[in-house]
């Protein structure tokens, strides 16, 4: 079940289960890395974008499109049931988190150089390209914020994290960027 719409989007309400890669990002190539070659696809889009996204797979060898939701999202509406949030907070609402009694682990999913370069004191980095193979790394008994440079990669990471049945979790919206522009510390 790929889901290709928008990251904030896929947080109000995704379909339980499903992967979130958006078209407006870097699509093909983290398509090529997170999904099975191996596994029929389902896209979930906005309607009328089906097509762009069946397409676009199939350039990177995903032949194996089986379908798509008929109407999006709203096919949905009578089955709440099959819809999970995410939860995106804000920069200083993660801050605050983390400065609390219980704080969240706080997973930075950039690739080394750039959390090298810059990143959150405290923060775990697991790359998103290796989070499924390192997923024993990651407790399941505590709170797991979630952030990369800018907000996509992270609800694919929130997305990867869901199918190994870890739910606890918050996506900082913006992720680093978001961060730095609230004028919150990082380590250099």
Same mark, same amino acid.
């Given at each position: 079940?790929?889901?290709v719409?928008?990251?904030?989007? %896929?947080?109000?309400?995704? @379909?339980?289960?499903s /992967? =979130?890669?958006g078209?407006?990002?870097?699509?093909?190539?983290?398509?090529?890395?997170v999904? &099975? !070659?191996?596994?029929?696809?389902?896209?979930?889009? $906005?309607?009328?974008?089906?097509q762009?996204?069946?397409? !676009?797979?199939?350039?990177?060898? %995903?032949?194996?499109?089986?379908?798509?939701?008929?109407g999006?999202? $709203?096919? @949905?509406?009578?089955?709440?049931?099959l819809?999970?949030?995410t939860?995106? *907070?804000s920069?200083?609402?993660?801050?605050? $988190?983390?400065?609390?009694?219980?704080?969240?682990? @706080?997973? &930075? /999913?950039?690739?080394?150089?750039?959390?090298?370069?810059?990143h959150?004191?405290?923060?775990?980095?697991i790359?998103? =390209?290796?989070?499924?193979?390192?997923i024993?790394e *990651?407790?399941?008994? #505590? #709170? /797991?914020?979630?952030?990369?440079?800018?907000?996509?990669?992270?609800s694919?990471?929130?997305?990867? @994290?869901?199918?190994?049945?870890?739910t606890?979790? *918050? $996506?900082?919206?913006?992720?680093?960027?978001?961060?730095?522009?609230?004028?919150?510390?990082?380590?250099?």
């Open positions: 079940l790929l889901d719409r928008d990251a904030a989007e %896929f947080a109000k309400g995704h @379909l339980a289960g /992967i =979130n890669i078209l407006g990002g870097q699509y093909a190539t983290w398509a090529g890395t999904l &099975d !070659r191996a596994k029929p696809i389902v896209i979930i889009a $906005e309607p009328g974008r089906e762009e996204a069946a397409l !676009r797979l199939g350039r990177i060898g %995903f032949d194996h499109v089986k379908g798509y939701l008929h999006g999202m $709203e096919a @949905l509406a009578s089955r709440p049931d819809v999970w949030p939860e995106r *907070i920069a200083p609402m993660v801050a605050e $988190e983390l400065a609390g009694a219980d704080p969240p682990l @706080l997973l &930075d /999913i950039r690739n080394p150089r750039e959390w090298a370069a810059k959150i004191a405290g923060s775990v980095n790359p998103l =390209n290796h989070l499924q193979e390192r024993a *990651i407790p399941r008994d #505590r #709170r /797991i914020a979630v952030h990369c440079a800018g907000g996509y990669r992270s694919i990471a929130v997305s990867i @994290l869901h199918q190994y049945g870890i606890h979790l *918050i $996506e900082m919206a913006g992720g680093l960027a978001a961060w730095v522009a609230a004028q919150l510390p990082v380590v250099s």
